[in-house]
């Protein structure tokens, strides 16, 4: 599903080069739930950005679903990221102008798509997520935990194939971070989602079907 | 798409009250003061009646003598129109008239001042009054100096209280006239035709205005069409150069533009040949542009920091898939639907502002209307800088890396 061959990236300032990923390889088969753990600063969001194609590597090539991405063309791009990825972040990032379900809406704006079935998805993305009542709530109104579960409902409102997850329990009370934790579980096993999450929990990695420890830049096994 | 643009930008617009009246003001605004600015112009100088030949017709209002030390300059007199500005080639009509005379009556003891202009009977030929009641008098009754006289409507109610007038009688500065007819009031700034009462100058108390080359009379003519004017001019200008001048030692030259309304406006030196009016239209346009640069640098500034601080939505719609171009178009939507709503505010407001300007008084008989082309022009500049000033701030946001957007990045 995922496949990193040989990534490099390093990061040019004007007066320092940091070298943020060195020798990458890594294959992560469809259906697996993969977290990734080290240290702060290791790359490991850097790692997810580039599996996300949010970001370019310096060298090496990334693999997604069989095909070797090596045109990074911004249309082509977006498309990637709109059928086959979905994002979760550690501060959420939702759109503090749109309501819960405009936010859950907005990876399927950029389909073709008719407006009441958008909307029929992203409800149903909601309560996949327990949220089916807070449909017309702002962010601003809803707790952490229930805006990370926002989060994910847009993540997956548009059926990827592959779910990156960036802390997603970084920012929430352990509680309510195994409550998400138990959502992205529950993807992953029902709809065969491809989960790659990054923690700093050892509790959360340890239900994953597989860790990949980085420190420095490097994997280590 | 479209509709989603226009769904999200109405939603962003609403959330964000502050920027949003800030902007609709900046832009209203801008619209207002143009119209106005028109409105009053048109006024001016439009060919509205009774002036409906505007545009071939040019009119002798100065006239200047000098010599090497000496310079005389003023209204042009009788002597000089008569003489020399009489069947110019292409001319088709002309007439003469006095300024308007601040003259006095005394209508059942109250103390009523009326502005007077004597004229020919031409000026009713090239001018076309609205008339309300009666008729203008002819070349005839000018001819036999008859104690003729038209009024307005205004003056009408105050120095005979009630209609009909025709074929009453007026006293005014010690002369009796016979009312013939009554016209719709003509606004003061309108210079050729504004009167509140018109008799025929040959009643006018003196004969010495037949003498003078410069004095209170003004002259207008008609030309065939606009291309006849310049020849006009050029034979006028030669006329007076051979005109025989009453003092040669002091005076040797004589001058009298003939020009149109909005060259006698923009002409600062009446020795010149040309007035340079282009000059004052340049004048206008640019300070019109640059008065619509300042809400557009605003609109632009207010939009770059309006995007940075959306840097971060930026990124989570790349994230999920928008292209750089999906996101240029829907802030340039947002910022089209912002000007628009901004352009109806300002016709509007610009509608009511006229009519209370109108109403005022504070320029006497004065009707000022939008002038519906100008509006046209100006909503289609605001559209212009306002999608401008939102498709340079959001090219250069959707360039942005999303990684860097997400966190916010202003660069
Ligand atoms: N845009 C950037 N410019 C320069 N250095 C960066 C940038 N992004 C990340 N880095 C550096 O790359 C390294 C890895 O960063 P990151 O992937 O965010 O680490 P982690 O997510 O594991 O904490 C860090 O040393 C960080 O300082
Ligand atoms: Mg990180």
């Given amino acids: ?221 | 798409m479209l509709r989603n643009y226009l769904k999200i930008a109405i939603k962003v617009l609403l959330r964000r009250k502050f920027f949003t009246v800030v902007s609709l003001f900046g832009i209203s605004f801008t619209l207002v003061v143009l119209m106005v600015a028109t409105a009053v112009l048109d006024h001016v100088i439009a060919p509205l009646p009774p002036e409906v030949h505007q545009d071939r017709t040019v009119s002798i209002t100065r006239a200047s003598m000098y010599g090497e030390h000496s310079q005389w300059t003023g209204g042009a007199g009788y002597r000089l129109l008569d003489r020399y500005a009489r069947d110019l080639p292409g001319a088709e009509r002309m007439s003469v008239f006095t300024s308007p005379d601040q003259v006095y009556s005394y209508p059942n003891g109250n103390k009523v001042g009326v502005a007077l202009k004597r004229t020919d009977g031409e000026f009713w030929q090239i001018l076309r009054f609205d008339f309300i009641e009666g008729a203008p008098y002819t070349a005839d009754d000018v001819e036999s100096a008859r104690p003729v006289a038209v009024i307005t409507r205004t003056t009408r109610e105050r120095l005979l209280v009630g209609a009909p007038a025709v074929g009453r009688t007026v006293e005014v500065d010690g002369q009796r006239f016979h009312v013939v007819g009554v016209v719709e009031d003509i606004p003061r700034l309108r210079m050729i035709p504004f009167g509140e009462m018109w008799a025929p100058f040959t009643t006018l108390k003196s004969d010495s205005y037949k003498t003078e080359l410069l004095g209170g009379f003004s002259a207008i003519v008609l030309a065939r069409d606009r291309a006849a004017i310049p020849g006009m001019q050029e034979e006028l200008r030669s006329r007076l150069a051979r005109a025989e001048l009453p003092d040669p030692k002091h005076y040797t030259t004589l001058v009298a533009p003939l020009e149109s309304t909005f060259e006698s406006l923009a002409r600062t030196d009446i020795k010149s040949e040309s007035s340079h009016a282009e000059r004052l239209w340049l004048l206008m346009i640019g300070g019109a542009l640059l008065f619509m640069l300042l809400p557009t640098v605003n609109l632009i500034n207010l939009n770059v920091s309006r995007i940075m601080e959306r840097a971060s939505e930026i990124g989570v719609r790349k994230a999920f898939g928008a292209s750089s171009r999906t996101l240029v178009g829907q802030f340039v939507v947002e910022n089209l639907v912002l000007t628009t709503v901004g352009a109806v505010i300002g016709f509007l407001a610009s509608l009511v502002v006229l009519r209370a300007i109108s109403a005022s008084g504070v320029i006497p008989y004065a009707e000022f209307h939008v002038n519906y082309r100008i509006l046209l022009y100006g909503i289609a500049l605001t559209l212009f800088f306002g999608s401008f000033s939102g498709v340079y701030p959001a090219w250069r946001m959707s360039r942005l890396n999303p990684v860097q957007a997400l966190k916010g990045a202003a660069r």
């Fill in chain 1, 1 to 221: 599903m995922i496949r990193l061959e040989g990534i490099e990236k390093v990061y040019r300032t004007e007066r320092i080069e940091t070298v943020a990923l060195a020798d990458i390889n890594l294959e992560v088969r469809e259906g697996e739930f993969v977290s990734v753990m080290g240290p702060s600063g290791c790359g490991k969001s850097t790692l997810l950005n580039l599996i996300g194609l949010l970001d370019t590597p310096t060298s090496g090539s990334v693999h997604l679903d069989g095909t070797r991405i090596d045109s990074y063309q911004d249309k082509a791009l977006a498309r990637m990221r709109n059928r086959q990825i979905g994002f979760v972040f550690q501060t959420f990032h939702l759109i503090a102008d749109l309501s819960v379900v405009d936010n859950v809406e907005i990876p399927l704006l950029y389909r073709r798509m008719a407006a009441s079935e958008r909307r029929r998805r992203a409800i149903e993305a909601l309560d996949r997520v327990g949220l089916a009542s807070r449909v017309h709530h702002f962010p601003t109104q809803l707790s952490g935990g229930q805006q990370q579960r926002v989060a994910i409902a847009r993540a997956i409102v548009g059926n990827p194939r592959i779910l990156l997850a960036d802390e997603p329990t970084g920012n929430l009370d352990s509680q309510m971070g195994h409550e998400i934790m138990a959502i992205l579980k529950e993807l992953n096993s029902e709809l065969q989602t491809t989960v790659v999450m990054v923690t700093h929990d050892a509790r959360l990695a340890e239900q994953t079907t597989r860790i990949l420890r980085l420190i420095d830049g490097r994997q280590v096994n």
